[in-house]
C-alpha cells in the first residue's frame, strides 16, 4: 500500500456546527492561504461551494449540531454520532495527518465535543520531528483542560 503525501504546509481542521458557520469557516482558510497552500479537514455537512483558490478540500464525516438540543453531535445523517461513527471520523483524521508534513495545524475551536479526534491528532503532531505548530481559531477560543496541554507548541 502507498502512503499518499500531501503537500500542504497547513492543516486546517475546521468544523461548522451550524449551517451559517460555513462561510466564516471557507474566510478563514482563504485567509491562511497568505500564508501557504491548505488541506481543509471539513467536518461540516458537504458543501455545496467550491474552496477558495489554494485550498485544497478533503471531506470528513460530516458532523452537525442539534437544533432541538445545543451541545449534541448528529452526524450528516441526524443521528446522534455513535462510537463507531468516532472511530471512523477520527481514522479520517489520522490518516489525512499521516500522508501530510504540514508546518502549522490550525484547529477552528476544539470543544470537548470532538476530543475524541483531537487528541490522537494533536499526540500524533507532537511526536513529529520537527513537530507542526498548533494554533487554535479564534485565538482564546476555549478548548477545555484535556488538550490544552497539546495547544500553542
Known sequence: MTLVQYPQPILFRAQ???????????????????????????????????????????????AQESAEVPGLMLDADGHVANQSWKKRRAAALLALFAGMRPRLIMLDGAPSLFRFELRPLLEMARRRDPAPAVRVWPAGAVIGLELAGLVGR
Open 16 to 62: 461548522p456546527m451550524r449551517p451559517g458557520d460555513v462561510s466564516a469557516r471557507l474566510d478563514q482558510a482563504e485567509m491562511l492561504t497568505r500564508e501557504g497552500a491548505v488541506m481543509l479537514a471539513w467536518g461540516g455537512l458537504p458543501l455545496t461551494i467550491t474552496p477558495p483558490p489554494g485550498v485544497t478540500l478533503t471531506p470528513l464525516p460530516g
